[in-house]
Each structure stands twice: as structure tokens, then as C-alpha cells.
């Protein structure tokens, strides 16, 4: 089960900012393994809803994303893995999946009047 209900709209934004991001980056696969570890740690905390991990992670992320410079004699650069970007995808669904419900039940109890004598609007 999904809990990023717990998670602050700041954090689902700078996830989902980074996730949609991170399809772009050229990395090594040292760092690519790098980022699969705090993917699967993420997917911890949007299981768990632990929001402070999920705070963590995001800025990690940040951290670990591409840089100007490699060291000299470092392996070539790839675009994403398939089993990141399949986890990627994932992780980009279960967190605009529950913002999108979320907003879908707020434009229904609106447009129905729920809370407000049960009278749809006329």
C-alpha cells in the first residue's frame, strides 16, 4: 500500500521533479547502481510513509545526479539502465497515481456539495 499521503507536497514534488529528470542523466554504472540502491529506498519509505526517509532520499538524489566531471580512467557514461528505469516508472506512477485520486476526490466532494446538506449545487 501507497502511504505518500504522509509525505509533504514539497517532497512529492522534488521526487517526482527528479524522477522525470533522471531520465536524461549520463552516468556510470557505479553511480547508476548508486541510484538504484535509493530507489529501493525509496520505494521503502512510499511503502512505509516515512516521510523523513522519503526527505532523505530526494536529497540524495539531488547529490547524486550527473556532475561536470568524471575521474580520469572512469567507465563510459550510459543513459538509464532498463531495471531503473522500470523501478523509475514505478516509483513516477505510485506518486502521481495518489496525487490524482487525492485531487479527483476533492473535485467530486466540490462538485457533488458533500458537506453542505447533501445538496448537489444547482
Known amino acids: 500500500m501507497d ?3 504522509s509525505w509533504d507536497a514539497e517532497t512529492i514534488s522534488d521526487a517526482l521533479d527528479l524522477l522525470q529528470d533522471m531520465v536524461l542523466w549520463d552516468l556510470v554504472p557505479e553511480r547508476w547502481e548508486h541510484i538504484g540502491l535509493l530507489l529501493s529506498r525509496l520505494e521503502v519509505a512510499l511503502a512505509t510513509g516515512e516521510a523523513d526517509e522519503a526527505r532523505d532520499v530526494v ?3 539531488e547529490l547524486s545526479g ?6 580520469i580512467g572512469s567507465a563510459e557514461k550510459s543513459g538509464i539502465p532498463e531495471p531503473i528505469l522500470e523501478r523509475r516508472n514505478t516509483l513516477v506512477h505510485s506518486l502521481t497515481g ?3 485520486l487525492q485531487s479527483r476526490d476533492q473535485q ?5 456539495g458533500v458537506g453542505r446538506g447533501d445538496r448537489p449545487d444547482r
Do not use: G, I, K, W
Open 108 to 112: 467530486d466532494t466540490s462538485r457533488t
Open 3 to 5: 502511504h505518500a499521503e
Open 59 to 61: 536529497v540524495q538524489l
Open 66 to 71: 550527473p556532475v561536470r566531471a568524471n575521474r
Open 98 to 100: 495518489e496525487r490524482d
